[in-house]
């Protein structure tokens, strides 16, 4: 596999390919085009652009198999479409990781279509994750205000992503690009513990060490506090 990779990269990438260049490579068929995505990636990463969102997808998957039994990192970075939470959940997950390499770097490929790259990259505080864990101080108030400030919908049970809902000292919400909701548990003004849980059963799944709660809105849009009826009032102190 390695001299295979060391084969087709030195097939395709022009001499002297250095860390910013590019490489442009049409007419590949089959799986191709992520192979070349990975025999050129070394401990660096990798910007695989493709002309649309099914091959973006396609590509995505072949890396994800070619690549499992090697250390390199497969992100994708898909369009920002309305509403689509998810996809804006990968995206800022994307961005997450992308920040924190240079601490510690690692082979990795962003694969994203043409038009994901068009729309503007969320920078500054609104698009960094929200960290919770266990027996940090954090009192409830904040937290809600928070997930109200980041775009999440109060309702009365978690169902789907960008849902929180508030009862008592428990907390729930859904952040995108997660395959489960988080349910958090306060003890005055200490987060005592946190748990995934079955959106359906809203019953336990297991414990976990720390969350990650992504916005639900574009950051780089105004924020607003969000509920049934669009009223501020939904987050007051006293409905905590």
């Given at each position: 596999?390695?001299?295979?990779?060391?084969?087709?990269?030195?097939?395709?990438?022009?001499?002297?390919?250095?860390?910013?260049?590019?490489?442009?490579?049409?007419?590949?068929?089959?799986?191709?085009?992520?192979?070349?995505?990975?025999?050129?990636?070394?401990?660096?990463?990798?910007?695989?652009?493709?002309?649309?969102?099914?091959?973006?997808?396609?590509?995505?998957?072949?890396?994800?198999?070619?690549?499992?039994?090697?250390?390199?990192?497969?992100?994708?970075?898909?369009?920002?479409?309305?509403?689509?939470?998810?996809?804006?959940?990968?995206?800022?997950?994307?961005?997450?990781?992308?920040?924190?390499?240079?601490?510690?770097?690692?082979?990795?490929?962003?694969?994203?279509?043409?038009?994901?790259?068009?729309?503007?990259?969320?920078?500054?505080?609104?698009?960094?994750?929200?960290?919770?864990?266990?027996?940090?101080?954090?009192?409830?108030?904040?937290l809600a205000q928070r997930l109200a400030k980041a775009g999440y919908t109060r309702v009365p049970t978690v169902e789907q992503i960008g849902d929180c809902s508030i009862r008592g000292?428990?907390?729930?919400?859904?952040?995108?690009?997660?395959?489960?909701?988080?349910?958090?548990?306060?003890?005055?003004?200490?987060?005592?513990?946190?748990?995934?849980?079955?959106?359906?059963?809203?019953?336990?799944?297991?414990?976990?060490?720390?969350?990650?709660?992504?916005?639900?809105?574009?950051?780089?849009?105004?924020?607003?506090?969000?509920?049934?009826?669009?009223?501020?009032?939904?987050?007051?102190?006293?409905?905590?």
């Open positions: 596999m390695e001299d295979a990779l060391k084969i087709f990269a030195s097939r395709f990438a022009p001499p002297g390919l250095s860390a910013g260049g590019a490489v442009s490579v049409s007419s590949l068929t089959g799986c191709a085009d992520a192979f070349l995505a990975l025999a050129l990636t070394r401990e660096s990463v990798t910007l695989c652009v493709t002309p649309g969102l099914p091959d973006a997808d396609r590509v995505a998957d072949d890396l994800r198999l070619l690549s499992a039994k090697s250390p390199v990192r497969v992100l994708e970075f898909p369009p920002l479409l309305d509403g689509d939470k998810s996809a804006l959940g990968t995206r800022l997950k994307t961005i997450a990781a992308l920040r924190a390499w240079p601490l510690s770097p690692y082979p990795c490929v962003v694969v994203a279509a043409f038009p994901a790259l068009a729309a503007p990259i969320p920078t500054g505080a609104g698009s960094e994750p929200l960290v919770l864990r266990p027996g940090a101080s954090l009192t409830l108030t904040d000292g428990i907390v729930d919400a859904w952040s995108p690009g997660e395959e489960f909701p988080v349910r958090a548990e306060f003890f005055g003004d200490e987060l005592e513990s946190l748990r995934t849980f079955n959106p359906a059963t809203q019953t336990s799944i297991e414990r976990i060490d720390t969350a990650e709660i992504l916005p639900v809105s574009d950051p780089s849009r105004v924020s607003r506090l969000a509920s049934d009826d669009g009223d501020e009032e939904a987050y007051r102190d006293e409905d905590l």
